[in-house]
C-alpha cells in the first residue's frame, strides 16, 4: 500500500497494451474524500504535452477528484486528436465516479509524438475495467507508471493520526523544473488547497528541483498532491510542510540510484555560496558537464572539470581560492593541487563532491549521475 | 605549410616528453615582421588556466612577436608556480628572439592541474632546440598542438598579393566562448590592430561560437591573428574579413569532423527566428541535449526531443507552430507528426536537423556531434 495507505484513497494499476512488454501501464488513483482539496506543479518546459494542459485547468479550478497515468506513450505533440484524447479519457474516469471531466486530473509519459487512435483506444477502452480494479488496499499502481524504471518508487510518512503515501517514476530526461517524473502523493491529513499548495511548493524546490541527472527537462511532469481528509486531523502546516518535504526527498533519492544507465548517485554540494542560488548554480553546473559525469563513469577524481563548469557560472567567487573534495579528499585548495588523487577512492556507487567557494554562508546539494556507456546505450535504441 | 604560408613567418614543432606517446608536443610560430599587428580572442570561462592570464596582457600590450604553445598539459589551477612556469617560458622564447617577455604569447593545452617542475623543465629547457628547428617552409607545428585529435587542422586562404595561413586544435572540451580550442592564424595583409580585432570577433563569432561539440567551456581556449604586413598588399578590410571567416568557418568544420568519439557532425539550422541570438539559443538547446544526441547515434530521428529541448529555451516562438526536418524529411510539422520516421536515413555521418520557427526572418546554425559509446569511453579514461 502506497498511495491507499491514507484513509479515502483507492487505486488500481493495469496491462492494455501500451507497452510493448505486456506490463501494467494504465493507473488510477480516486479520491474518495470527503474532501477534495488538491496542489500541483508541472514542467516548467514550453513545449508541453497534451495531459500537461489538460490538468493544469483542472488543478487552477479542481475540485481534483481522480488523476489517471499512463506509462507507453507521452500524448506530447499529437495535435488537437490528441488532446481530444486526453479529454475523452478524463470523461471515461470521471463517467465511473459520477463525477466532471474537468475534476479528473490525466498523466502521460513514455516515447513523444506518441498517441494515435490505438493508443486512445487501449486507454478509454480500459477506463471501465481499470475502476472495477480499484482498491483500498491496492498494491499494483505504482508499477503500471514505470517507463525504464527497473523498480517502484514509493514513500510512507506517517504522523500523529494522519498519513501521506506517494508513488513516482523517474529514469531518463531527469531534469528541474521537473525531472521525467510522475509522482503522485496522497493524505487524509485535514488540510485546505492553499496549504497543499505551499507545502508543495516548498517540498519540491528542494527535491525534485535538485535532481539533475541528465540536464533534459521532460513535457511531462506533473506532481500531485491529493488531500482527503478522511483522518479528520488538521496537522500544524509546518509539520505537514515537514513531513512532504521529507517524502518528496525520498522519492528524489529514489529516482536519482535507478536513473537510466548511471552507475554512480553523485551528490553535488555547494558550501560558501553567496546565495542559495548561487549554489544551486554552481551544483547544476557541474551536473551538466558531460566531462565531469563521463570522469566519475571512469572512478576518474577529475576536479579539474569542476572548476572548468563552476568557472562557466555567474556565481559570486574567486575560482582560484575554491577548495574542492571527492569522497571526502580535499584534492584541490586554492585553485591549486592539494592532495593525489590516487587518496581518492570512486568505486563506491554513492559519491560525494563537495565546492567550498568561500563566498558566503549559502549551500545547496545537487543531485545527478554519470555519464556511462549504458546511458547512450538506453537513449540511443529507445524508440525502436 | 600552413601558418608559414604567408610571408614573414617561421615555425616549427618539436617532441620535449610531455606526451607519454612521445609525439610532437611543443610548436612555435614567430611573426618576422616587417609589422607585428595583432589580435586575440579568449575563453569567456571565469577559470582560466595560466597561459591565458599571461597572453591577454601581451595580446593588450604587444606587439605580439610570436606564439608558443605546447599540448600534454593545460598549466591550469597549477597556482602561482604555474603562472612562473609561463612568464619562464616566454622569457625563453624571448631570448632566443632578442625581444621582451612581454612580447611572447604562450598557449598550453591537456590536463587540467598538470604543470609541475617536470612541465616546466621539458618546456624551458627545450625552447633553444625549438628555436632552431624555426623555419619558413615548416609542416611540423600543426602535429605538435594537438591532443586527442586524429588529424590536423590547417587551412589556407591566397587573396590579391596576400595570403592567410592557420593551424587548430580541437577534440574534447568544445563548446564557445570557445571550443578547446587553439588556434593561430597567420596573414602577411597589411592592416593594423584595429582591423585585425574586428575581422577576428566577426570571424569567431560565426564559426567557433557556433561550434557547440559537448557542450563544456575550456579554460585554455585561445584564438590568435599574427599580421607581418610582408606582402605590402593592404587588403580591402571586407574581403579581408570575408576571406578570414571563411577559413575559421574551414577550420570549425575540422574541429566538428574530429571531435571526440563522435560519428555524426550534426548541423542544427534554426530558420524563421524573431532575432539572431534566438537562432543561436534554440539551435544551441539541441546541441546541449544529451537525449537528442545519443539519439542520434542510434540513428534515431527523435524529433520530439528536439521539441523537448527546444521548450526550455527564452527565445520567442509558439513550440505548436514549428516545423523540425532530420536529413531533409519534415517529420514534425505544426507541432505534430508529419512524414513517418523511417522515410529518414540517419546512417550518413554528416546530419542536417533543419527548426523552423515562424516567428522572424532571422537564422543560425550550430554545429554539434552525437553522443557516444566513444565520447564516453575516451572521456573517462583521459587523465588515466
Same mark, same amino acid.
Given at each position: 500500500?502506497?498511495?491507499?495507505?491514507?484513509?479515502? &484513497?483507492?487505486?488500481?494499476?493495469?496491462?492494455?497494451?501500451?507497452?510493448?512488454?505486456?506490463?501494467?501501464?494504465?493507473?488510477?488513483?480516486?479520491?474518495?474524500?470527503?474532501?477534495?482539496?488538491?496542489?500541483?506543479? &508541472?514542467?516548467?518546459?514550453?513545449?508541453?504535452?497534451?495531459?500537461?494542459?489538460?490538468?493544469?485547468?483542472?488543478?487552477?479550478?479542481?475540485?481534483?477528484?481522480?488523476?489517471?497515468?499512463?506509462?507507453?506513450?507521452?500524448?506530447?505533440?499529437?495535435?488537437?486528436?490528441?488532446?481530444?484524447?486526453?479529454?475523452?479519457?478524463?470523461?471515461?474516469?470521471?463517467?465511473?465516479?459520477?463525477?466532471?471531466?474537468?475534476?479528473?486530473?490525466?498523466?502521460?509519459?513514455?516515447?513523444?509524438?506518441?498517441?494515435?487512435?490505438?493508443?486512445?483506444?487501449?486507454?478509454?477502452?480500459?477506463?471501465?475495467?481499470?475502476?472495477?480494479?480499484?482498491?483500498?488496499?491496492?498494491?499494483?499502481?505504482?508499477?503500471?507508471?514505470?517507463?525504464?524504471?527497473?523498480?517502484?518508487?514509493?514513500?510512507?510518512?506517517?504522523?500523529?493520526?494522519?498519513?501521506?503515501?506517494?508513488?513516482?517514476?523517474?529514469?531518463?530526461?531527469?531534469?528541474?523544473?521537473?525531472?521525467?517524473?510522475?509522482?503522485?502523493?496522497?493524505?487524509?491529513?485535514?488540510?485546505?488547497?492553499?496549504?497543499?499548495?505551499?507545502?508543495?511548493?516548498?517540498?519540491?524546490?528542494?527535491?525534485?528541483?535538485?535532481?539533475?541527472?541528465?540536464?533534459?527537462?521532460?513535457? /511531462?511532469?506533473?506532481?500531485?498532491?491529493?488531500?482527503?481528509?478522511?483522518?479528520?486531523?488538521?496537522?500544524?502546516?509546518?509539520?505537514?510542510?515537514?513531513?512532504?518535504?521529507?517524502?518528496?526527498?525520498?522519492?528524489?533519492?529514489?529516482?536519482?540510484?535507478?536513473?537510466?544507465?548511471?552507475? !554512480? /548517485?553523485?551528490?553535488?554540494?555547494?558550501?560558501?555560496?553567496?546565495?542559495?542560488?548561487?549554489?544551486?548554480?554552481?551544483?547544476?553546473?557541474?551536473?551538466? /558537464?558531460?566531462? &565531469?559525469?563521463? #570522469?566519475? &563513469?571512469?572512478?576518474?577524481?577529475?576536479?579539474?572539470?569542476?572548476?572548468?563548469?563552476?568557472?562557466?557560472?555567474?556565481?559570486?567567487?574567486?575560482?582560484?581560492?575554491?577548495?574542492?573534495?571527492?569522497?571526502?579528499?580535499?584534492?584541490?585548495? #586554492?585553485?591549486?593541487?592539494?592532495?593525489?588523487?590516487?587518496?581518492?577512492?570512486?568505486?563506491?556507487?554513492?559519491? !560525494?563532491?563537495?565546492? %567550498?567557494?568561500?563566498?558566503? %554562508? !549559502?549551500?545547496?546539494?545537487?543531485?545527478?549521475?554519470?555519464?556511462? !556507456?549504458?546511458?547512450?546505450?538506453?537513449?540511443?535504441?529507445?524508440?525502436?
Amino acid at each position: 500500500m502506497t498511495v491507499t495507505t491514507p484513509q479515502g &484513497f483507492r487505486s488500481a494499476g493495469i496491462a492494455v497494451g501500451l507497452k510493448s512488454t505486456g506490463k501494467p501501464d494504465l493507473a488510477l488513483v480516486v479520491n474518495d474524500g470527503p474532501q477534495h482539496a488538491s496542489a500541483a506543479v &508541472f514542467t516548467s518546459n514550453r513545449a508541453q504535452a497534451n495531459p500537461i494542459l489538460w490538468s493544469r485547468k483542472v488543478a487552477q479550478e479542481g475540485p481534483a477528484r481522480a488523476i489517471i497515468l499512463n506509462s507507453g506513450g507521452a500524448n506530447c505533440f499529437t495535435g488537437d486528436f490528441g488532446y481530444e484524447t486526453t479529454r475523452l479519457t478524463a470523461a471515461a474516469v470521471a463517467a465511473e465516479l459520477n463525477a466532471d471531466p474537468e475534476q479528473i486530473l490525466v498523466c502521460s509519459t513514455g516515447l513523444i509524438g506518441t498517441g494515435d487512435q490505438a493508443f486512445r483506444d487501449k486507454i478509454v477502452g480500459n477506463v471501465p475495467a481499470l475502476a472495477a480494479a480499484l482498491s483500498g488496499s491496492d498494491t499494483t499502481a505504482p508499477a503500471a507508471i514505470l517507463t525504464t524504471d527497473s523498480v517502484e518508487k514509493t514513500a510512507v510518512h506517517r504522523g500523529d493520526g494522519w498519513t501521506i503515501g506517494a508513488m513516482a517514476k523517474g529514469a531518463g530526461m531527469l531534469a528541474p523544473g521537473l525531472a521525467t517524473m510522475l509522482v503522485v502523493i496522497t493524505t487524509d491529513a485535514l488540510l485546505d488547497d492553499a496549504a497543499l499548495d505551499s507545502a508543495l511548493r516548498g517540498a519540491t524546490a528542494t527535491s525534485f528541483d535538485r535532481l539533475d541527472s541528465d540536464g533534459c527537462m521532460s513535457t /511531462n511532469d506533473q506532481v500531485t498532491l491529493l488531500a482527503s481528509g478522511a483522518s479528520g486531523v488538521a496537522p500544524d502546516e509546518t509539520e505537514f510542510a515537514n513531513a512532504l518535504a521529507a517524502v518528496c526527498d525520498s522519492l528524489a533519492a529514489q529516482l536519482q540510484a535507478d536513473a537510466e544507465g548511471a552507475s !554512480h /548517485n553523485i551528490d553535488i554540494e555547494v558550501l560558501g555560496a553567496a546565495s542559495d542560488s548561487d549554489a544551486i548554480e554552481v551544483g547544476r553546473s557541474v551536473a551538466r /558537464n558531460n566531462l &565531469f559525469k563521463a #570522469a566519475i &563513469f571512469g572512478n576518474d577524481p577529475n576536479w579539474g572539470r569542476v572548476l572548468a563548469a563552476i568557472g562557466t557560472t555567474e556565481a559570486a567567487f574567486d575560482p582560484y581560492q575554491v577548495d574542492v573534495s571527492f569522497n571526502g579528499v580535499r584534492l584541490c585548495h #586554492a585553485g591549486a593541487p592539494d592532495r593525489p588523487v590516487d587518496e581518492c577512492d570512486l568505486t563506491p556507487r554513492k559519491t !560525494h563532491v563537495r565546492i %567550498e567557494l568561500f563566498a558566503g %554562508e !549559502h549551500s545547496a546539494t545537487i543531485r545527478t549521475n554519470d555519464l556511462t !556507456h549504458d546511458y547512450v546505450h538506453e537513449n540511443s535504441a529507445y524508440s525502436s
